[in-house]
């Protein structure tokens, strides 16, 4: 867990680092990053009293009649931002939003995961998570937008790889702003790479998340380039996923509540109550962990992306895979989620993760068998028989099964569901009357 640290520390820190500027951050409920900055001369009172903001037009968050809210800094997130350096540098802190009666508000989704974790630990558990966030990079052809790979390169490739000195200026730029890069590489579509981070408790990495994904966009920007966390940039390649490492993490010993040496495969009886929750409420939670139109587009068979709900070791065809760890590594023990893309909220997709294994081992769930087989290869019957469901196949069916579900209103409250279904809703509304390109191409001459 984060450690904690003085506003004394802090503002020795800035001033040592010579800061003029301090942005303050924080998400709305789509994930976007909301900035407000602040000369260095108001961090003192933004620290102990925080910084007053209008909510009001921000997504998800107030109505006009009760906008006021305000910005509390978390010291701990403090970093000096890398390609803001110069006489006018400035640092970030990322923050927790508050109403004006001093209460966290209920709509801000860093907090919607601070209280789901805080169940885990009153049921005695750390949740730790470890996201893969696959990106694409995209030339910019006089200043227009288009999907057009900067590179032709594939998995793991070098030669072909002409992003690696891009890479390069981003693991420095994700380091200097305090994330422990682990490995960077070329990933299997034109365009697309990876690069991941350390694992930890899911309040940090979803920071991290979120650090991450504007970090790589200011670099490829300077490079006349753009970044992508779009899930399906281009139709018949590899979309992007960010896929999740999770483990729960004893209190008290501090020894990985995943474990146990006496099952095939490692895993106690917590892991698989909490395996079991997944795959029961992975339907209602899954406009969480895939929230875009898009999304569904990469959610289909071929393309390394889990849709059926199911689990194995090896089979990289199902929604939860049980990575193999090295002898004496029990600490390692995890589960990975395949289906979560980068478009999502990450505070609200750990949170909902988080959730639906906790209901796993409150009901005492039962996880089903595993499926080694290729899932890909089932015929219909095939599926039936083994009981095998399938992910929602839009964002119309995601959201169906949020409604009627109970665990989404569970984990954003009521007045937070309520706004982002209707949100969700206007933007299937607007993509299912809009008229593409692939109508005109198929229809326009035909009828």
């Given at each position: 867990m984060k450690k904690e640290?003085?506003?004394e520390e802090v503002l020795k820190q800035v001033e040592k680092d010579g800061v003029k500027f301090v942005n303050l951050q924080f998400t709305d409920m789509t994930g976007s990053v909301k900035n407000v900055t602040i000369t260095v001369s108001q961090l003192p009172e933004a620290l102990e009293k925080g910084i007053w903001f209008d909510g009001s037009s921000i997504e998800g968050?107030?109505?006009i009649h009760e906008s006021d809210m305000y910005l509390v800094p978390d010291k701990t997130t403090y970093a000096v931002i890398p390609w803001l350096e110069g006489e006018e540098k400035s640092c970030r802190f990322i923050c927790d939003v508050y109403t004006p009666d001093g209460r966290p508000f209920e709509g801000d989704p860093r907090y919607i995961l601070k209280k789901v974790m805080k169940e885990a630990e009153e049921m005695g558990y750390v949740y730790n998570t470890g996201p893969?966030?696959?990106?694409f990079i995209f030339k910019k052809e006089n200043s227009h937008i288009e999907p057009l790979p900067h590179d032709k390169g594939s998995y793991f490739d070098l030669t072909m790889d002409e992003a690696y000195e891009i890479r390069r200026q981003m693991v420095l730029a994700l380091q200097k702003m305090g994330i422990t890069v682990e490995t960077s590489h070329h990933e299997v579509a034109a365009g697309q790479h990876e690069i991941d981070f350390k694992y930890g408790d899911a309040l940090t990495?979803?920071?991290?998340a979120v650090t991450f994904k504007y970090t790589l966009k200011a670099i490829a920007q300077q490079n006349g380039l753009f970044v992508s966390f779009m899930p399906k940039p281009i139709a018949g390649i590899n979309g992007s996923g960010m896929h999740v490492h999770q483990s729960l993490f004893d209190v008290k010993t501090?020894?990985?509540?995943?474990?146990?040496?006496?099952?095939?495969y490692n895993l106690s009886e917590t892991a698989y109550h909490f395996l079991a929750g997944q795959l029961k409420y992975i339907r209602e939670i899954a406009a969480l962990t895939n929230p875009l139109v898009n999304s569904y587009k990469r959610l289909v068979p071929g393309y390394e992306a889990a849709t059926y709900i199911c689990w194995a070791q090896i089979n990289r065809s199902a929604l939860i895979?049980?990575?193999r760890t090295s002898e004496g590594r029990t600490q390692s023990t995890r589960m990975e989620i395949r289906c979560p893309d980068p478009s999502?909220?990450?505070?609200?997709a750990f949170a909902a993760l988080l959730k639906a294994g906790l209901k796993g081992i409150k009901e005492k769930l039962k996880a089903p068998e595993p499926v080694e087989e290729d899932v890909f290869e089932f015929t219909e019957e095939m599926l039936r028989e083994r009981g095998i469901e399938y992910l929602p196949y839009s964002l119309w069916q995601a959201v169906k099964a949020m409604k009627?579900?109970?665990?989404?209103?569970?984990?954003?409250?009521?007045?937070?569901?309520?706004?982002y279904v209707r949100a969700k809703t206007l933007e299937w509304d607007s993509f299912r009357t809009a008229v593409t390109d692939w109508e005109i191409r198929r229809y326009l001459e035909l009828v």
């Open positions: 640290i003085s506003n968050f107030t109505r893969e966030l696959e990106f990495t979803a920071d991290n501090g020894k990985n509540a995943f474990y146990d040496g006496s099952d095939k895979r049980i990575p999502a909220n990450p505070y609200l009627e579900g109970t665990i989404a209103r569970e984990i954003l409250g009521e007045q937070t569901f309520n706004k």
